[in-house]
């Protein structure tokens, strides 16, 4: 998910990187972005 500015937002909480740390991922080949605090969530598989 990118916001119309095009800066990085994350695709869980929709947090920017002024927000917190955010991790350039990959999920179905697109890439994405997630914040460090929605990281565990996406490890144990929160959905
Ligand atoms: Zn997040």
């Known amino acids: ?15 920017t990187s002024n927000d917190n740390v955010l ?6 080949g697109d890439e ?3 914040c460090v605090s929605c990281l565990p969530i ?4 929160g959905h």
């Open 1 to 15: 998910m990118t916001d119309i500015q095009n800066q990085p937002v994350c695709m869980q909480c929709g947090a």
């Open 42 to 45: 996406l490890i144990h598989g």
């Open 23 to 28: 991790i350039q991922c990959l999920k179905n």
């Open 32 to 34: 994405d972005w997630v």
